[in-house]
Every structure is written in C-alpha cells, then in structure tokens.
C-alpha cells in the first residue's frame, strides 16, 4: 500500500500552481485532505483514495467539486446475480480478462442499483460548488435509471451524451442492431453556468477502443475522457468516485485539472497511480496483456 505524498508540502504548492492549479483550487485539494485524511496516492493536483465511496463520500467538503465525471458499475442485466459473481463472465470475451483485474459493485438488480446510485450522487452534490458539472455513464438498459438516479441525487437533469464506440461493438447474431453506443446523461448543481473560455461541448463522441489504452475491462478511451474534462475549469477539479484504473485523472493531468478518485481495489488503485506517473512525465502507459 503507497499512502505516501510524492512531494513534501512546499514543492507541491509550486509545482501546482505552475501545472495550472490555482491556489484557490489548491486549498480546495487541501480541504478534501483535511476531511479525508492522507490518500493512498497524490501527485501534482492529483489524489486517489483507497475505500467504499459511500464511506468516503460522506465525509467530503462542501463545496470544493467543480465537476462529477464517473463510470459506476453498470450492474446492467445483473438481476438474481449473486453478490459475489464474478464480471468477468459478462464483460469479457470468453471470460478472458487479458490480465486485466476484475472488480466488484456489478451485481445489483435495478431498483437497488437506482437507491445505491442516488445515494452517491447525493453525496458527491454536497461536496460539488454550485453550476458544477455532473456525468454519469451507463448503457441502454440503465439509460433510464441512471436519469432517474441523477435527479434525485439532486443535479438538475440537461441531457444525454452519447458515446459511438464503433463498429467493432458486439452483438448477439446478425438479426440485432449493435449495442454500440454508451450514454452519459448530465446535469448541473442548479443553472448550466454560462462560460466563456470553453464549450459549448458537443453531445456526441465518437471515439474508438483501443486495447493498449484499455487497463480495466470496462475502460473508457483516454481520449474520450480528455474531451469530457474539459467541463472542469482549466486548473479546477474534478471527482470521480469509481476511479478504476485511473482514465479521468489521467486525462485531468494530461488537461491541466485536478481531480480526486476514489477506487474500492487496491489492485486498481496502484495501476491508476502509475498511469498517472505516466502521464505527469508525458506519456501513456500501454496495457500488456497477459
């Protein structure tokens, strides 16, 4: 286990601040140490904590969140699924993970994913400052849950994200029409602020899946979440409270911003710290598959 700093308290003030992190949004990293307490890893404007989210969740800030950027467990067709099943057999081909590590959280039916789910973004809308951002994905069979849950989690309900995955997505048998796009409903903690330095954003992505920048079974492009950082101020901070091998704090270095992750395995928690590395030194850590 890390839960070590990579630099000492006067270094990092400097190092933040010249990365594009303004000590306003400094003190808003500080703040969420004071409540937590040290994280497992930290970087340069970058934390990653190693628990439960709810737990963590709980004891965050007021009002230091600038965006909520998450992927959750989809727990997508996990009805009667036991609690200790293994997602290995839904999310990879002929339950080869490559390597990849599995996770847990995938087994809820839907009414109990729709509480689970409301309760997080609850929390996560407490720690958020006002006009923050927050995306949520999710697939087509919990498209309307994930709506449902975002609301009342608190945020103000503004649309639908869709990413394109490709042609390359799978299907059943040729009778279907691919399963190739994922959905990120979003919304706001009150108005949609009205920027000037960025956006409007596009409501569509289509962008790829590359193997070598694939770290978790379940991963999104770094590219893709590149684009959806740029919501978050430049220098500000965002959170993602299922952070798994790390792909928003990565592309929140990679972006200028902060950001804070949560991540329940270990195991994902040191393969996000050195991707992150990675990324604080330019470069992008290739997936080996086993």
Known sequence: MRGHNTQCFCKRIVVITGNGLTLGKYRQLESVKLSLGKPYYESNGIAIYNGDTLELS???PANVIDALITDPPYCSGAAGSAVGADPTDKYCHNSNTLGRPSFGGDFRDQRS???WCSLWIGQALRACKDAA???VFTDWRQLATVIDALQAGGFCYKG????DKGGGARAPHKGY???QCEYIPWGSKGKVPKLKDRGPFPGSYSIGVKQVDKHHMTGKPTPLMQRLVQCVPAGGLAFDPFCGSGTTLVASVL???GAIGFEASEEYCEIAARRIEAAQRGEL???QRE
């Open 58 to 60: 709980s004891k965050l």
């Open 113 to 115: 994913f729709k509480y």
């Open 133 to 135: 951002y927050g995306l």
């Open 160 to 163: 639908l994200i869709s990413w």
């Open 177 to 179: 029409f691919r399963h």
């Open 255 to 257: 972006e200028g911003r």
């Open 285 to 287: 850590l290739r997936f």
